[in-house]
């Protein structure tokens, strides 16, 4: 079997399309949407990330404002940066870039945040929400990313067993609490595997829907694919292709195996890449509407 593609760049563009109307909607009553993206240091990847996140902004009609600062940041300084985008009345939503630098307390940082602007929907009180299946608010980017790809290509979770891999509060986490969660596109039995599970073959041979998040290049082979699964790849990794010469990104699922086992399958880059900054303009909108509605 040859797996059909799941094309996140498509999906992606029908929200983006979607966001944008409603933005425009917003401006016509005279609130503009504005989201703040700070940038922490230079490693490349990150920047790479904040670019398109901001290059999406500008496509959708938010408007965006970045705040770079140097590498050698302490945690106070994140800290008053945080709490002047909190104070300023025109910033719908902020969004730390993670991970930043490790001398920064990324904890402290994210719980800075004022929850009614925190579209990564990572504070407490948002994951608080999300895990007793509260419908409103914001989303988590990329796990509800996963669930709008899942839900565009009929794919019914429910009954079936998903195996998540990888347990990060950015990922993991979250992604098993939405498919466990009663409801539409949801409804799965889920397990959660990680760097320190024995024998993660045996649950991934297991799986129906297969989400692979371990930040690992072309950890989940051929053999640990059943035939039919669907495979969604959330990893982004830089790797040296010395075929090329040159550097390539690549997910966590060695894709060319398992494209042979799976039914449908994301690819790396235009899978769940696009659908996480879809997501997040959702968020700044909602932050946006949530904030208008709140003064009016
Ligand atoms: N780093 C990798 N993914 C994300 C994300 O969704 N949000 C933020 N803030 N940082 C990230």
């Given at each position: 079997?040859s797996?059909?593609?799941i094309d996140?760049?498509a999906?992606a563009?029908?929200?983006n ?7 425009a909607?917003?401006?016509k ?5 504005t ?10 990847a990150s920047?790479?990330?904040v670019?398109?996140?901001i290059r999406?902004?500008?496509e ?16 106070e300084?994140v ?8 104070d ?10 993670s991970?930043?630098?490790p ?11 004022d929850?009614?602007?925190?579209v990564?929907c ?7 929400r999300l895990?007793i ?12 990313g ?5 839900k ?7 009954g079936?067993?998903a195996?998540v891999i990888g347990?990060s ?9 939405l498919?466990m969660?009663k409801?539409?596109?949801?409804n799965a039995t889920?397990t ?15 799986a129906?829907i297969?989400?692979?998040a371990?930040g690992k ?6 053999e640990?694919v ?6 969604i790849?959330?990893?982004i990794?830089r ?7 040159k550097?390539r990104l690549?997910g966590?699922v060695?894709?060319e195996?398992?494209v042979?086992?799976?039914?449908m399958?994301?690819?790396?880059p235009?899978?769940?890449?696009p659908m996480?900054i ?10 946006a509407k949530?904030r208008?509605?709140k003064?009016?």
């Open positions: 079997m797996a059909t593609l996140g760049k999906v563009a029908k929200l399309s979607e966001t944008a109307k409603a933005v909607e917003l401006a009553q005279g609130k503009t949407t989201l703040a993206v700070v940038l922490v240091g230079d490693e490349p920047q790479v990330y670019r398109n996140k999406t902004c500008g959708v009609g938010i408007i965006s404002r970045e705040v770079r600062m140097p590498a050698t940041s302490t945690t300084e800290l008053a940066a945080v709490k002047a985008l909190n300023d009345d025109s910033v719908d939503g902020i969004l730390v870039q991970p930043p630098p001398q920064v307390d990324e904890e402290k940082v994210i719980e800075a945040i929850p009614d602007k925190d990564d990572f504070a407490e009180r948002n994951v608080g895990l299946g509260q419908k409103e608010g914001f989303r988590p980017c990329t796990p509800w996963v669930i709008e790809l899942l565009h290509y009929n794919i019914d979770p429910a079936k067993h195996v347990r509060n950015i990922v993991g986490k979250p992604m098993a609490a498919l969660q409801g539409a596109t949801a889920v959660v595997v990680h760097s320190r599970t024995p024998d993660i073959s045996r649950y991934t041979r297991d129906d297969l989400v692979a371990i290049a072309n950890f989940v082979r051929g640990m059943k035939e039919g699964a669907v495979v790849d959330v990893g990794n790797i040296f292709d010395e075929k090329l010469g550097n690549t966590d060695n894709f195996e398992c042979e086992k799976a039914s399958i994301t690819p790396v235009g899978g769940v890449g996480t879809a997501v997040l303009m959702q968020n700044a909108y909602t932050a949530l208008f509605e003064k009016n």
